[in-house]
């Protein structure tokens, strides 16, 4: 859905509107989809009512109304965002939804404005575009639990995020500001510059800014594990050059801590991808010995 509609949905919803959704969301804890029955018993709203609201929101695409042995409701994600933007709007954080201005596998990314005039980024995850195998292969937070719908899982990963950049950020690591965090939305500042996959050659005056472009991003990723962090997905589509072309570590879902069993495997992974991107794009032979961070985890 566009931010447009988002925003135009999110305007139309009324206080019985978001009440509803709130309490689908915490029945899901219990129900794939919540009996109708259940929303009735835990609001006190009589039945009509609360059918004829639910089917408004269906028609606004925030909910799913399924009929099995029961008429179920369950969140969508269109609903879990309104639910999200509604919360950042209360903490005075958030004025205004801007456009998506990227969108991955994992996430889409939003502008967005506070009451100051000040932009940001909007970060929405959306575990679910994924394949859920495939997902619990990649995520050891989400491997250890059974039973998580794409909503829970994506609330998870922003949760996750949001604190590794928190604490990163706070021991002066160069990844973004993390501002706020709600459900599977993360605010964070906007790295005003280029990605590193798309530097050319011809941007830097000669090898020696290239070694140096190098070495900063080894000095961050150091950093990064002195502190218990390892990327766990680092490449040069995970790396911008901010405005004075230092490097911004960005992304930061799938990182593990050092102590983890795979930390030796991953951390070398994340160091071999930025060696053969710089020997590759830049047609350059990186001399450095990856042992010299693996000693790190000792």
Not at 14 to 36: C, G, T
Not at 88 to 102: D, F, H, M, T, Y
Not at 253 to 274: F, G, K, M, S
Request: proline share 3%.
């Amino acid at each position: 859905m566009s931010p447009l509609s988002i925003t135009k949905s999110f305007l139309e919803l009324n206080r019985l509107d978001f009440r509803l959704l709130s309490v689908i969301e915490i029945l899901m804890a219990k129900h794939e989809f919540v009996p109708i029955e259940e929303i009735v018993r835990f609001t006190k709203y009589n039945t009509k009512k609360i059918e004829i609201t639910l089917k408004r929101l269906r028609k606004m695409k925030l909910i799913y109304l399924a009929q099995k042995h029961y008429l179920g409701a369950a969140l969508t994600f269109i609903g879990y965002d309104a639910l999200g933007l509604k919360a950042l709007v209360e903490k005075n954080v958030l004025a205004q939804l801007g456009p998506e201005i990227g969108a991955g596998k994992e996430s889409n990314v939003h502008l967005g404005m506070n009451d100051h005039g000040e932009e940001f980024l909007i970060k929405i995850h959306r575990l679910g575009k994924l394949d859920f195998r495939a997902t619990r292969r990649s995520r050891t937070f989400i491997a250890e639990k059974r039973h998580l719908s794409p909503l829970y899982q994506s609330r998870l990963s922003a949760e996750r995020e949001y604190n590794a950049l928190n604490a990163l950020y706070t021991n002066g690591v160069s990844v973004p500001k993390p501002i706020a965090q709600n459900r599977h939305l993360i605010m964070m500042e906007i790295i005003l510059g280029q990605d590193l996959f798309r530097i050319k050659r011809s941007d830097f005056g000669g090898e020696e800014e290239i070694a140096i472009l190098f070495q900063n991003i080894v000095q961050e990723v150091k950093k990064c594990v002195q502190h218990g962090y390892i990327h766990g997905d680092l490449s040069e589509y995970n790396i911008r050059l901010n405005e004075d072309d230092f490097p911004v570590l960005i992304d930061w879902p799938q990182y593990l801590d050092t102590n983890e069993p795979r930390a030796v495997e991953i951390l070398t992974r994340d160091c071999q991808n930025i060696m053969n991107f710089f020997e590759k794009k830049f047609m350059v032979k990186i001399h450095y010995e990856i042992s010299e961070i693996l000693k790190m985890l000792d």
